[in-house]
C-alpha cells in the first residue's frame, strides 16, 4: 500500500483528495491534516510513502514546507490553485504537479508515477501472498468477471469485490497490480470499455443511445467512458458505432 497524508486547509479539498485516493486499490490515508506543521507529529508516528501537499496554505506553504525539509525525503504530489508554482516545485524534485480542478483520471496519472518509484516488496508486504500466489488469484480474478461480469455494478469497490471472493484489499489489489499491469480502477474499466463495444455493435441494442450503452456498460462517467474510449480504441464511441 502506499501510505499517505493528504494537507490541506480547505474541507472541500481534503474530501476530494481522500474521494479519489478511495478509488485508488493501493493507496492508504493514515492522516489528514490542515498545515505542514501538523506534519511533524504523523511522521513521528507513522510510516509514510507519499504526501499530497497544498501550496497555498496559512503560515507556511506547501513550497516553503518542503524547503524546510518539514517533509523529509517522502514523496510529494503538489496539489494548487495557481500555475506559477510549477516550475520551483520540479525543481524541488515533486513527484506532479495537480492543478485544480483535476479530475480522478488526472489524479490516477500522479498516483501511477508513485507507483513507479515504490518496490513492488514494499507496496505489498501486508499482502502475504508471494508472487505465485498473486498469480493464481489474479486466474481466479480474470475468471470471476469473465463468468459474473462483477464490473456491470457502477458502485463496485476493491473492498466490495475482495469481499466476495473471499481475499483481503491488499491481495486483490496485488493480483491485479503485479499480474495485469493496471490498477483496480483501470482493470475494471477496461473490462467495462468491452462491454460496451459488443453492445455498440449488437444489431439488437441499435435503439439505445451511447449514453445508454455506457451506462448499462458499469460507466458511472460519460466524460471518463468517452476519454477512456478514445485513448484506447483509438476513436470515438460514435465513430466505432
Not at 478511495?22 to 507519499?50: G, M, P, T
Request: proline fraction near 3%; aromatic fraction near 10%.
Amino acid at each position: 500500500m502506499i501510505r499517505s497524508v493528504i494537507v490541506d486547509d480547505e474541507p472541500h479539498a481534503l474530501y476530494i483528495l481522500e474521494a479519489y485516493a478511495q478509488r485508488c486499490s493501493d493507496v492508504e490515508i493514515i492522516a489528514r491534516c490542515s498545515n505542514a506543521f501538523e506534519l511533524s507529529d504523523v511522521f513521528e508516528k507513522e510510516e509514510v510513502d507519499l504526501v499530497l501537499l497544498d501550496i497555498q496554505m496559512p503560515q507556511l506553504t506547501g513550497i516553503e514546507a518542503i524547503r524546510a525539509k518539514l517533509l523529509k525525503n517522502t514523496r510529494v504530489i503538489l496539489v494548487t490553485a495557481y500555475p506559477q508554482h510549477a516550475v520551483e516545485a520540479f525543481e524541488l524534485n515533486v513527484v506532479d504537479y495537480l492543478l485544480k480542478p483535476f479530475s480522478f483520471e488526472r489524479f490516477e496519472k500522479a498516483i501511477d508515477k508513485v507507483r513507479s518509484l515504490m518496490p513492488t516488496t514494499s507496496r505489498y508486504a501486508k499482502s502475504g501472498l508471494s508472487s505465485a500466489e498473486s498469480e493464481q488469484v489474479f486466474a481466479g480474478v480474470k475468471k470471476y468477471f469473465d463468468e459474473e461480469k462483477p464490473y456491470l455494478d457502477a458502485d463496485l469497490r476493491l473492498d466490495t469485490l475482495a469481499q466476495r471472493m473471499g481475499l483481503n484489499r491488499n491481495q486483490l489489489s496485488q493480483s491485479i497490480n503485479e499480474h495485469g499491469k493496471v490498477a483496480f480502477w483501470n482493470f475494471v474499466n477496461l473490462y467495462r470499455l468491452e462491454e460496451s463495444k459488443r453492445r455498440l455493435k449488437d444489431a439488437t441494442l441499435q435503439h439505445l443511445t451511447i449514453e445508454a450503452i455506457a451506462i448499462d456498460s458499469g460507466f458511472n462517467s460519460i466524460s471518463t467512458f468517452n476519454s477512456l474510449f478514445k485513448r484506447v480504441v483509438g476513436m470515438t464511441p460514435s465513430e466505432w458505432r
